[in-house]
């Protein structure tokens, strides 16, 4: 690999420049870039100094890459991470992976079979007290979560006539909110306790039932919040709740892990803290590499009060991925393993809210 590792960019909106600062920011170079249409491409590339253009992804491909990130609409997902792993090329997917379990598990085997370095941003991963609340629960034999809630609140398809192509079920998948934005807590409940969701009953609701703007406006078939009930390989009980029209909820991503001695809580609009609460005392610990553990001392490079955030995640992210590319792969790094276990418990939540039962999760 080359010393500033070269990276091709496919999907030029909001994600793919998320992809390209946190690349930039972590010494790696965009070298190419594709856009949905020849003026999104250029103008990408005008934005990104040294991104060719490419003509499409064979054309991308062709530029000598050390990895390729995707950040493009849902469907296109399966179809191009298997272009890429043909090129034997490493593959960073946005989420979802795919939106077939079927294709997530012929992806995941595929980049394994060849060797390749993978991962999918589940960058919440990568907030230092995120990672603190991980090591005390595994480091706490006697902790007995039996209760794991939470929610994911936002509100930026609150208004009837926002649209996007995540509502269109074609592009976006079967599920919307939960397969958006649930699937982030679920690997961040699963990362930080340990637990495996085994069992799911859910249910599906919208703010909505037509979208657009007057005069125009047409049929949802995805949901704008979902209800989810679910049990773990623990004997854990939990709850999630998931809203994409909570009003004033931008990012809201909570959770509680509770336990009879102790309760560890999170939130990541306000990440500097997190709550431990005990029966006799509660401690609110505030982000400071001075008392971190040695699990959260690498993420954690600004003095305490000087707050860090999603980009700082992802540049996290992007760092472990540059790592890994180096032979050098880092403990947390989610993977297509991942994406693939995202696509599963997925596709059970949409199963049990389609049918109105108790759904299996493959553990």
């Known amino acids: 690999m080359s010393a500033r590792p070269r990276v091709g960019i496919v999907g030029t909106g909001f994600m793919g420049g998320v992809h390209a600062r946190a690349v930039t920011a972590v010494g790696g170079r965009v ?12 103008a990408a590339a005008a934005r990104w100094p040294g991104a060719r253009p490419a003509a499409d992804l064979d054309d991308l491909l062709a530029t000598g890459l050390d990895a390729v990130h995707l950040c493009t609409p849902n469907h296109l997902h ?10 034997g090329v490493p593959v960073v997917c946005e989420k979802p992976l795919a939106t077939t379990v079927a294709d997530a598990e012929r992806l995941t085997a595929a980049a394994d079979a060849a060797g390749l370095v ?17 090591a005390r ?9 039996w209760l794991l809630h939470g929610s994911y609140l936002q509100d930026w398809l609150g208004d009837r006539a926002a649209d996007n192509w995540r509502t269109d079920p074609e592009r976006g998948g079967a599920t919307r909110a939960f397969g958006d934005i649930g699937v982030h807590w679920c690997d961040l409940m699963e990362y930080v306790t340990g637990h495996r969701i085994t069992r799911v009953l859910a249910r599906f609701g919208r703010a909505f039932d037509e979208r657009g703007p007057a005069g125009a406006r047409t049929a949802v078939a995805t949901e704008d919040g979902a209800v989810v009930s679910f049990e773990t390989d623990r004997g854990a009980i939990g709850s999630l709740v998931v809203s994409q ?3 004033g909820r931008k990012n809201r991503l ?110």
């Open 78 to 87: 399966a179809r191009d991470a298997e272009r890429v792993i043909a090129a």
């Open 137 to 145: 629960i595994a480091a706490d034999p006697d902790a007995g979560l």
């Open 254 to 363: 909570w959770f509680s892990f509770d336990g009879p001695d102790r309760s560890y809580s999170f939130d990541q609009e306000d990440p500097e803290q997190l709550w431990i609460g005990g029966r006799d005392a509660t401690t609110v610990l505030r982000r400071d590499p001075a008392l971190a553990s040695a699990h959260a001392d690498r993420f954690d490079p600004l003095p305490a009060g000087h707050p860090q955030g999603y980009r700082t995640c992802f540049e996290d992210f992007a760092a472990d991925v540059r790592a890994a590319l180096d032979g050098r792969p880092a403990d947390g790094l989610p993977t297509f393993a991942d994406g693939l276990r995202a696509a599963r418990i997925s596709a059970a939540v949409t199963a049990s809210a389609a049918h109105g039962t108790h759904t299996e999760v493959p553990t």
């Open 31 to 42: 070298t190419a870039v594709l856009g949905s249409t020849p003026a999104r491409t250029a």
């Open 118 to 134: 993978t991962a999918v941003p589940f960058v919440y991963r990568y907030h230092p007290l995120v990672r603190e609340a991980r």
């Open 245 to 247: 029209a909570s009003a």
